[in-house]
């Protein structure tokens, strides 16, 4: 299943985003333990608010890295976490 561009992206109920000082980086915490981000994961994650959507997400990190054409691999990364369960539509 895909996800749409149009509608609220939110953490599924059992993830939780956080900064991990120690790890340096964002992690993605669930009751078995933690997923530990990329740099470029946690930018586009940390932007999953329960009200926007894919397009929001891909227009506002476009704005924080001008010229960078990011929406396919911004798109490509919220249907992997889409497809692991990470995420669902609000």
Known sequence: MSISTNQALRFARQYKLQWEPTQNAYVLLYPEGLVK???????ILKRIDGNATAHDIISRLEASYPGADLQQDVLDFLEHAYDKGWITNA
């Not at 981000?37 to 930018?43: K, P, R, V």
């Open 37 to 43: 981000l990329t740099e470029s994961a946690g930018e």
